[in-house]
């Protein structure tokens, strides 16, 4: 798998899908999440609502990644990772966990190119390094080979931590 990383807008980084964010409770209330709400409207929440409601659940189990349309953004779906539990804590393992589901999910759906916020890292516990840890190994698993995901972070400092942070663990395997 390609890994690239971007400073920008993750809703304006065209990619066949997005891995997004996303709560127990499914709801498009802050981060990524509130900038899909924002720009898509009710339809989104409404799909994702109504999942939860055919499952006769309230929340879904940290690690669940949930398929939705996209809306009116420039992607084929979007897949809600739930990488942190209903305290908004998570780890290493469950961020690893969460993304390798979506990507498995992700090439379900005939994605090719992923763009991706880093997860957990904002109402999560979790910092743009560890995120650099969950990734780097998955750059050389055969089962993701021929797709590009795209990293996209807030700054220059984020991206200048997260490539440090990915060299290291690469360097170290």
């Not at 349309?69 to 966990?97: E, K, M, W």
């Amino acid at each position: 798998m390609q890994i690239h990383i971007q400073v920008g807008d993750v809703l304006a980084a065209a990619a066949d899908a997005l891995i997004s964010t996303a709560n127990p409770w499914l709801n498009l209330s802050g981060g990524v999440n509130g900038a899909i709400l924002a720009a898509t409207g009710p339809a989104i929440q409404e799909e994702l609502h109504g999942y939860l409601k055919n499952q006769g659940m309230s929340a879904v189990p940290a690690g669940t990644v949930v398929q939705s349309s996209s809306g009116n953004l420039p992607f084929d779906c979007i897949l809600h990772a739930v990488a942190i539990d209903p305290f908004y804590d998570s780890t290493v393992d469950l961020v690893r966990q969460t993304l390798v589901a979506a990507l498995k999910l992700a090439i379900q759906t005939g994605a090719k190119t992923i763009s991706t916020p880093t997860l957990a890292t904002g109402y999560g516990p979790m910092s743009i390094a560890d995120f650099g840890i969950v990734v780097a190994p998955l750059a050389s698993e055969p089962r993701f080979d021929g797709l590009s995901l795209t990293i996209v972070v807030r700054s220059e400092e984020h991206r200048s931590e997260l490539r440090e942070a990915i060299s290291t663990a690469q360097a170290g395997a």
